[in-house]
């Protein structure tokens, strides 16, 4: 198994087609489903334990049918609710309740009294609609109980492609699901909802979802590691990148300084700062190892950028929103250098996207790294980014349109690239929600970049980065700590 690979629904859906064509009968993934659905109950329960199993109508349904009978034999005591009536199942949900030979009672008569565990198998990627009636009564009736939830395959009322709670969902102690996760286990607020996620082996071979596209992923180092840069032994400064950042004015240079660090703390051998000549003494009293350019104008950036030496330039914390920042972007882009582009440097182009991207083409590669607002400011008249489905497929959409990397932040920060692959981030923590934060996170974008990483891996792994570090940090945080405690979670690596 591909660890870091996720399957989207439709994704997982053909995997299971192309699998079965291939002679390996679905009654066997489901075999398999069910048998790793009951080794992890096994694990929650004590022994002879009282389990309650919720089954749905179709085949997560049947999946709880196999752990029933799995448990029951190994003399769990097991009480199976049902959705529904039996004959209604179909396919592989019927054979497996067929083989199940204890009692089945109503959903709606289930209680969780002296239960040591509930498996909920009542919907897992077929969720097409709100949950609501008999089966929400029953799923706030099993929270409410306070008894340990295993989820099989997503807790139910999850959208397996979104995370997001279809009328109501059951929160779950851990989840067990198949083959790969979906994005509704690392999106929010499913996240939340799955507790501890283990992915079962049922079989479905790698090269079976190879090919598909999107192909998407979990933002962690498996991804990316391979490229990180790594100083060779006869390595100078200047072999290890050059970042140009540009600062703000003379009341707002401090956004620059936190990139700038930011970047000469994830390894790039050199970094200037690019500052407006009103803002140079301000910049100057900060600055020890970062170097000092004064640049006022495009023309200026133009001059400074012949120097050949620069490998990447970022632009947008605290530069202002208008006109000249535009003109400084195109600059820069023009010179086909690896660009960042943040914050003001974003709503300077709001409801633009289609004419950043013309700009954008000419860097040698280029990222982006709004927040939701800048992304809705960005988009706001563009097709396919506010009206998708999901966030996935909006990030997905608007690298194609600004022909970027585009890193959407948030609690499940998603780096998506046009060439179709997008990764989202499975594990961050409240505390980088600081002033600043963004700031450090496009200076280490801007540092991979600078040191020739390529856009969409050295997009991942600043944003593994900055989570990772403020994760190990913990209370307390601020943006200034997040580039000092950065060589802590680079030595890990
Ligand atoms: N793919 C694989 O490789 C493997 C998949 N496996 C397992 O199969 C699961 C997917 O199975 P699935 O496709 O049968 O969907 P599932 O989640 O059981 O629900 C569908 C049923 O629910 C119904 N329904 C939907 N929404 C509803 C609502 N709001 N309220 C009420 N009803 C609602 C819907 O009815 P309908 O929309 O047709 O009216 C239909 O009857 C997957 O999660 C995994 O556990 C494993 O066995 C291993 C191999
Ligand atoms: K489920």
């Known amino acids: 198994m591909n660890h870091h690979r996720i399957l989207a629904?439709?994704?997982?859906?053909?995997?299971?087609?192309?699998?079965?064509?291939?002679?390996?009968?679905?009654?066997?993934l489901m075999e398999r489903a069910g048998a790793g659905v009951a080794q992890a109950a096994r694990a929650m329960l004590a022994p002879t334990g009282r389990v309650v199993i919720l089954c749905g109508p179709g085949n997560n349904g049947g999946d709880g049918?196999?752990?029933?009978?799995?448990?029951?034999?190994?003399?769990?005591?097991?009480?199976?609710?049902?959705?529904?009536?039996?004959?209604?199942?179909?396919?592989?949900?019927?054979?497996?309740?067929?083989?199940y030979d204890g009692p089945?009672?109503?959903?709606?008569?289930?209680?969780?009294?002296?239960?040591?565990?509930?498996?909920?198998?009542?919907f897992g990627t077929g969720l097409t609609r709100d949950l609501e009636g008999a089966v929400a009564a029953c799923i706030a009736r099993v929270a409410r109980s306070g008894v340990p939830v295993l989820a099989v395959d997503i807790p139910s009322g999850i959208d397996g492609d979104s995370g997001a709670i279809r009328g109501v969902a059951l929160p779950a102690t851990r989840t067990v699901t198949f083959a790969a996760r979906k994005p509704g286990h690392l999106?929010?607020?499913?996240?939340d909802l799955c507790g501890a996620i283990s992915v079962v082996d049922i079989g479905i071979p790698d090269a079976t979802c190879d090919g598909f596209a999107p192909a998407l992923f979990a933002n962690e180092p498996a991804l990316w590691r391979d490229t990180l840069p790594r100083p060779e032994s006869d390595t100078h400064k200047y072999k290890r990148g050059h970042a140009l950042?540009?600062?703000?004015?003379?009341?707002?240079?401090?956004?620059?300084?936190?990139?700038?660090?930011?970047?000469l703390r994830v390894g790039a051998g050199a970094v200037t700062l690019a500052s407006p000549r009103a803002a140079l003494a301000v910049n100057a009293a900060h600055l020890t190892a970062i170097m000092l350019a004064p640049?006022?104008?495009?023309?200026?950036?133009?001059?400074?950028?012949?120097?050949?030496?620069?490998?990447?330039?970022?632009?947008?914390?605290?530069?202002?929103?208008?006109?000249?920042?535009?003109?400084?972007?195109?600059?820069?882009?023009?010179?086909?250098?690896?660009?960042?582009l943040d914050a003001d440097a974003l709503t300077s182009f709001a409801g633009e996207a289609y004419t950043l991207g013309m700009v954008a083409s000419a860097a040698?590669?280029?990222?982006?790294?709004?927040?939701?607002?800048?992304?809705?400011?960005?988009?706001?008249?563009?097709?396919?980014?506010?009206?998708?489905?999901?966030?996935?497929?909006?990030?997905?959409?608007?690298a194609e349109i600004v022909r970027s990397v585009v890193i959407c932040k948030g609690g499940d920060t998603i780096?998506?690239?046009?060439?179709?692959?997008?990764?989202?981030?499975?594990?961050?923590?409240?505390?980088?929600a600081t002033a600043g934060s963004g700031d450090v996170l496009t200076g280490i974008v801007t540092g991979l970049i600078a040191q020739g990483m390529p856009a969409f891996e050295a997009a991942c792994a600043a944003v593994w980065l900055h989570a990772r570090t403020g994760i190990v940090y913990g209370p307390g945080l601020i943006a200034e700590d997040l580039s000092e405690a950065l060589p802590g979670v680079l030595r890990g690596l």
């Open 295 to 340: 640049c006022d104008t495009p023309e200026e950036l133009g001059v400074l950028l012949e120097d050949r030496r620069f490998t990447a330039v970022a632009l947008g914390p605290g530069y202002g929103v208008g006109e000249a920042t535009r003109a400084m972007v195109k600059a820069a882009a023009r010179t086909g250098r690896g660009l960042v």
């Open 187 to 191: 999106l929010l607020p499913g996240r």
């Open 65 to 99: 049918f196999i752990a029933a009978r799995r448990l029951a034999e190994d003399g769990y005591r097991v009480t199976l609710g049902l959705l529904g009536p039996r004959e209604r199942l179909s396919g592989d949900a019927a054979a497996a309740a067929r083989l």
């Open 9 to 28: 629904v439709a994704h997982m859906r053909e995997a299971d087609r192309l699998t079965i064509a291939s002679g390996v009968p679905g009654m066997v």
């Open 104 to 122: 089945v009672i109503a959903l709606e008569d289930i209680t969780c009294d002296e239960a040591g565990l509930v498996i909920d198998a009542l």
């Open 415 to 432: 780096v998506a690239s046009p060439d179709g692959r997008a990764a989202i981030l499975a594990e961050t923590t409240p505390y980088l």
């Open 364 to 398: 040698r590669a280029c990222v982006l790294t709004p927040h939701e607002g800048e992304m809705r400011r960005l988009f706001e008249s563009a097709e396919g980014v506010r009206d998708a489905p999901n966030r996935w497929q909006a990030a997905l959409r608007a």
């Open 245 to 263: 950042v540009l600062s703000g004015e003379m009341h707002r240079t401090g956004a620059a300084r936190l990139a700038a660090r930011g970047a």
